[in-house]
């Protein structure tokens, strides 16, 4: 078990180590550039693959897990803005408060379609999540960065702008 457990890390702490070497990344399908400095730590827990990305004060966090059926993406950035807002309301006082939502607009990650909303926080914290879908996978992709919104996209746009999903085929697939 320390065995697995040691091997593991081993794994965990070269692919952080690669990352912040390289301009790319990929993992499971998900490919993204231009991540230079950023520490990047994935992780895949049954259907669900998260890369979270880490350039302080900035963090981005991508999402992918199967496509809900009837899924609707301004129905899912609703009920996500309605549980942002009931969080900020139980939040201690020092914790930012969520000052302004956008509507939820249309946009692209990569020339991917993809509805997004703007969320603005007290100590000048600014948000964007992202939604849609692809090859019946559902992504959802979170920003989050300190500034004024445009100059905080910036940023993130320079990473999106190559995002790229390839699902991989699993060998065993035809067998079954």
């Known amino acids: 078990m320390k065995k697995i ?8 702490c070269s692919l952080v180590c690669n990352a ?9 399908g998900i ?9 990047i730590a994935p ?3 049954a259907n669900v693959t998260t890369i979270t990305a880490v350039l302080l004060p900035s963090q981005l966090q991508i999402t992918k897990q199967g496509l809900p059926q009837n899924f609707n993406a301004e129905r899912y ?3 996500t803005i309605e549980q942002l807002m009931e969080m900020s309301v139980m939040a201690g006082r020092k914790e930012p408060k969520i000052k302004s ?3 939820v607009s249309d946009g692209y990650i990569n020339s991917i379609p993809a509805k997004y909303v703007d969320i603005t926080y007290s100590k000048d914290i600014v948000k964007r999540i992202y939604t849609f879908s692809m090859h019946d996978q559902l992504f959802i992709v979170q920003w989050t960065g300190k500034g004024k919104i445009n100059k905080v ?4 746009d320079k990473i999106l702008s190559t995002f790229t999903y390839n699902p991989e085929r699993s060998p065993y697939g035809s067998l079954m």
């Open 5 to 12: 457990l040691l091997f593991s890390v081993l794994i965990f």
């Open 20 to 28: 912040q070497k390289k301009k790319s990344f990929y993992y499971d």
């Open 31 to 39: 490919e993204i550039h231009n991540v230079k400095g950023w520490t």
């Open 43 to 45: 992780s895949k827990d």
């Open 77 to 79: 950035l609703e009920k």
């Open 101 to 103: 939502v956008g509507d």
């Open 153 to 156: 996209s910036k940023v993130f």
